[in-house]
């Protein structure tokens, strides 16, 4: 019985390729879980009763991803989606623990809007979903926030989303109050100024598709600014969702010398650029825009070294009226969490990544930026698994994903690899064969 009430079952997985980088497992074994946790490998502990076998004969199981940075719309949204509709979409997709930004309408600068969402979370019962909180009252960029307040109530860091400051000695204050409660600052890196209002990359294709741009110095000139108040001030820092190759040199060289610094990257930044703006198509509308081949070869790169920690799918579903304008007044943003571990494997498929390198990346690598305990199968760990066939192949349409918000450029690719179950704390939350049965019998006459 869990915490929660809910029965966790004794459950062996046996005879899958288990793929556990934080310790260093690649093979084939059988792992037991029972109580909510990885009891052991290979041999059943004292006692073991398993009160279901999973066949995992020819998959791999690995840690549940945990994903930096997911927009559940709630509260606020509804109209887009809800915690329940994106958790269910997250489980479906291997990712059991989700990050949720700040700027939810309230926005998460108090402790009973935390507390809000933990509850709404916990409701369904599927994916785990912690809170950043807001670094200023209101994202407003003036007035510090009651960080100490936030982090009692359960936030994992601290940011201001895309929203400004009102001057870099805000931004030194709060990252001063910060690392007084030890708290890890999400920092987006983007001059205001510099940004000036574009939607794409500043470039020849904006330029001969009449967009207007955001030059890459709008990104490197905040991670600069950021860099000097982060030596100053000893934060724990983390730059969110780079689109530059010289904005990873530069994290790269700061990390180098020793500033306690990470960085992630949004999954479609790896494989989209400039480029796909052509037909003006607003499924591509993203924040940071898509920049040139150059800078995705040196985002792919900065993945492959380690210099970029984690990929995020900073999920952000829209209904379709958000996408229906010309294209620099729609909203920007992917619904990405079914397409996270997806384009991550496409990163194997291609040889840019190893796999274990990859699995990584999303799992002990955010897990470790969020200071949280997950994203690994060491013994004694919470049993947050993903068992995923890595020869099906399938085709992402609309019935195939479970998200509200159908604002992909991905719709009609094709993928090789699919999740086939989903656990966390020891349930099994996503069973692809189990919802394949209840939708035939929904559709029975």
């Known amino acids: 019985m869990s915490n929660t009430g809910r029965v966790v079952p004794a459950i062996v997985v046996r005879g899958g390729r288990v793929i556990d980088p934080a310790s260093g497992v690649d093979g084939v074994h059988d792992l037991y879980l029972r109580d909510g946790r990885i009891a052991a490998l290979d041999h059943p502990p004292a006692g073991f009763h398993a009160d279901r076998e999973i066949d995992a004969n020819g998959s791999w199981v690995f840690p549940g991803l945990v ?19 994106e958790t269910a979409a997250a489980v479906r997709a291997g990712i059991t623990t989700l990050c949720c930004p700040p700027d939810t309408q309230p926005v998460i600068d108090t402790p009973a809007v935390v507390e809000l969402i933990r509850q709404r979370a916990e409701l369904p019962g599927r994916a785990r979903v912690f809170t950043l909180g807001a670094l200023t009252r209101g994202l407003e960029g003036n007035q510090l926030s009651e960080m100490a307040a936030l982090k009692a109530a359960g936030c994992v860091g601290v940011s201001n989303g895309w929203q400004p400051l009102a001057s870099t000695l805000v931004l030194r204050r709060a990252l001063e109050y910060a690392a007084t409660f030890d708290l890890t600052v999400f920092l987006h890196p983007e001059d205001p100024y510099l940004h000036d209002g574009g939607c794409a990359h500043e470039g020849a294709v904006a330029t001969r598709l009449g967009l207007p ?37 530069m994290v790269a060289r700061a990390r180098h010398d020793g500033l306690p610094i990470s960085a992630d990257v949004c999954a479609h930044q790896l494989f989209l650029t400039e480029t796909d703006l052509a037909e003006f198509n607003s ?6 825009p898509l920049r040139t081949v150059r800078d995705r070869d040196g985002l792919r790169a900065g993945v492959a070294r380690g210099t970029i920690a984690a990929i995020c799918s900073d999920h952000q579903p829209h209904e379709p009226d958000a996408k229906l304008a010309p294209f620099p007044a729609t909203a920007p943003g992917i619904s990405a969490l079914e397409t996270l571990l997806p384009l991550t494997l496409r990163q194997v498929h291609e040889g840019g990544l190893d796999l274990p390198t990859a699995i990584a990346r999303v799992t002990v690598g955010p897990a470790q930026i969020l200071g949280l305990p997950y994203g690994t199968l060491g013994t004694g760990r919470a049993a947050d698994l993903c068992i995923l066939d890595p020869e099906r192949p399938w085709r992402l349409g609309p019935r195939a994903m479970a998200s509200h918000g159908l604002n992909t450029p991905f719709l009609g690719w094709e993928f090789t690899g699919q999740v086939t179950h989903t656990l966390v704390a020891g349930r099994v939350v996503f069973e692809a064969e189990a919802e394949l049965e209840a939708v035939a019998e929904a559709r029975r006459p």
């Open 213 to 249: 741009g955001i030059p890459e110095a709008a990104e490197t000139a905040a991670v600069a600014s950021a860099l000097a108040l982060i030596e100053q001030t000893g934060v724990r820092a983390h730059f969110c969702r780079l689109s530059t190759a010289r904005a990873v040199q």
């Open 283 to 288: 499924q591509y509308h993203v924040r940071p």
């Open 67 to 85: 994903d930096l940075c997911a927009r559940l719309r709630e509260p606020g949204q509804e109209h887009k989606a809800t915690i329940a509709s």
